[in-house]
């Protein structure tokens, strides 16, 4: 509660300084703007924004994935579109295709929380109805993202731990692989690989 009264009241004092902009400046205390300058600073871009922005554009994705490890591996072809938000800030996925001799649209929100250090992310689709939320690092490259992430399993009702790699290879390649442990198993398996390529750059070959 205090967090939020807190973002409120730093949020109330923002408009309240662009409401004066053109007139006097108003009198703050020296706790006010020290939260000012910590929600300009939240606020603010910065280059893992600037990394995620550059992911814009449109993509036709190869996928391979394996849900019971007795099985072999499942071959799928997708489209994905990927805007940026909010002034680049975040970046938003829609996925279209097939998976699993069916249609499959899905929607992912990323973005990088500057309070947290952190990448966060969201994902939802058609082949359920809860929510998966994940968190990620990069390297010191910045070229390589490690995400774990929790979704509620239909068929024992626990969340389950998922653990997602992003490799972007350069502008026009990336790759998002999926590790869990499959229902009734003991050891993590790789469940799925999607291969991005831009379309830009499949068209010029």
Known sequence: MRTKLAIVSAAL?????????????????????????????????????????????DWTCSIKYQMDPKQP??????????????DGRYIQETSSG?????????MGLYG????????????????????????????????VINW??????????KATKERMVMTLTDDDH????MF???PGGKKEMKMMTINYVRNSAAAAH
Request: charged share 10%; proline share 5%.
């Open 13 to 57: 004092l923002m408009c309240a300084v662009a409401a004066y902009a053109d007139d006097a400046m108003p009198q703050m205390t020296a706790e006010q703007q020290a939260m000012m300058a910590k929600m300009m600073k939240a606020a603010t871009p910065g280059p893992q924004h600037a990394m995620l922005a550059k992911l814009a554009g």
């Open 98 to 106: 097939q998976m699993m001799g069916a249609p499959f649209n899905g």
């Open 180 to 182: 869990a442990i499959p």
């Open 112 to 143: 990088y929380d500057n309070v947290s250090g952190k990448f966060v992310s969201t994902w939802i689709d058609n082949m359920g109805t809860g929510m998966m939320s994940a968190v990620g690092t990069a390297d010191a490259n910045g070229k």
């Open 148 to 157: 774990t992430g929790s979704m509620n399993d239909p068929v024992t009702g």
């Open 73 to 86: 591996a499942q071959d799928a072809q997708s489209t994905s579109t990927i805007t940026t938000l909010m």
């Open 174 to 177: 990336h790759t998002f692989e």
